[in-house]
């Protein structure tokens, strides 16, 4: 903490609530604020004291308004290593990209997390050069909601997609286990747009970024006066979803109070608001995720197994991109190809050596990284092909010697040996092929045909001969 209470940031922004909130939030990690109320100030301070010792910048783009990226340039052209986080309303991948090409390390939407801020400010003065290339930017390119979106032919991967696709068709809970940025929220968002629950509500839950104090009124909701404070009657997520779907993320966040509450609820399909003389019956369906292994904790006395049985009634587990680094070439282009489909972007290639390159990477956070990398690289090329050069940051941590291993001949996905060495039955291979032509061509199954060599009506024979839901 020695070091953190050393950390100086500048804040620039005139309206004095959020001064306050951000103020505050940064002081939970040790940064003490400066405040510059517009962009003459701001250049002013950097001349001071105390702007010769800063550590990061926000800057609301409110204040510059149109001209926030000429300051944003203006900034790092007098101190360039200084980070740079821009906070607007805007959700405009145009603007993320022009922030960016002005030296934004980050683009944040408002209102943000506390969390994400933090998350924000922590990777911006990371010491190791990678992290300014791997900060998440999720926020940037819209969520696609089906199946056919989420590329990858690894088994474990598709596996995963088809339990999701037959759960999804169904009405019990589900609870997904992943890593933190292996596609747990897109994979819910598809399963709701391919459920019967489509149309009705859907609400995702972030429990991490819930005060512990408030899980219980956001989840249940609470009868105005019902504790100091509560002013206002508000309905909880479970009764504003009742017919639909409610995502409870993060769920191992829960605290023993809250589990015994939704414990309740599930089993007697009621919800009571705080301070409620009664309840109200509802229908909910609960699509839970977390980035723990769960049954660790319930094992540990920390989750409640009855609650984890009535959550897990169906359970997948999406397995993390450094075991499915095959998928990693397949990957990289449907990122690009939706990357060149934003505005003040264009298509990209990729050459075999940055493929490599990224293969050899084993991908903290997973295909949400591998992402926001290509975005990365992308904003700032200047041709029309990505290449080693477009990824410093990894050469750096991989090594100018690095033996990067060829992502386009290893680990398709389709394995012909059983664990004891022996071949696979010819049927097992052809369904693993075909599963992999479904995934790398997202589904056109008149494509895939035409690239397997054989008829729409022999391939959905195939399909159903074989077992195989052309969803997974």
Known sequence: MAENAQRLLMLIDDEPAQCRLITALAAREGWRTIIASDADMAIAMLGTRDGMQLSAIILDQWVPGDDACDLIAELKSRRPALPILMLTTSASPLLAVDAMRAGA????????????LLEALRAATEHHTARDELQPLSEKMPAVLDFDAMIGTAPKFRTALAQAAKAARGHGNVLIEGETGTGKEMLVRAMHAASQRAKAPFRIISLASVPSNSVESVLFGHEQNAFPGAFDRQIGAMQHCDGGTLVLDEVDRLNSRMQARLLDALQT?????????????????????????????SSGGHFDPELLALLAQTKIVLPPLRERTGDISGLTRHFLARIGEQPGLRHLSISDG???????????????????????????????????????????????????????????????????????????????????????????????????????????????????????
Not at 105 to 113: E, Q, W
Not at 269 to 297: C, E, W
Not at 381 to 392: A, I, M, R, V
Request: a negative charge.
């Open 354 to 472: 940055a493929l490599s390159l990224l293969a050899a990477y084993d991908w903290p956070g997973n295909v949400r990284q591998l992402q926001a990398v290509l975005f990365r690289a992308a904003v700032h090329c200047d041709n029309q092909t990505l290449t080693e050069e477009s990824f410093p940051q990894l050469c750096e941590l991989l090594g100018e010697h690095q033996e990067a291993t060829n992502p386009l001949h290893e680990g398709v996905g389709v394995m012909l040996y059983t664990p004891d060495g022996n071949l696979r039955p010819l049927e097992d291979i052809e369904a693993d092929v075909i599963r992999l032509a479904i995934g790398h061509y997202r589904g056109r199954m008149t494509e895939v045909a035409r690239r397997l060599g054989i008829g729409r009506s022999t391939l959905y024979r195939k399909l159903t001969h074989l077992g195989i839901d052309n969803a997974a």
């Open 105 to 116: 390390s980050d683009y944040l939407i408002k209102p943000v997390a506390p969390d994400r």
């Open 269 to 297: 399909g009621i919800v009571r608001p705080a301070g409620a003389q009664h309840g109200f019956r509802i229908d909910v369906r609960l699509l839970s995720a977390t980035d723990f292994p769960i049954d660790q904790l």
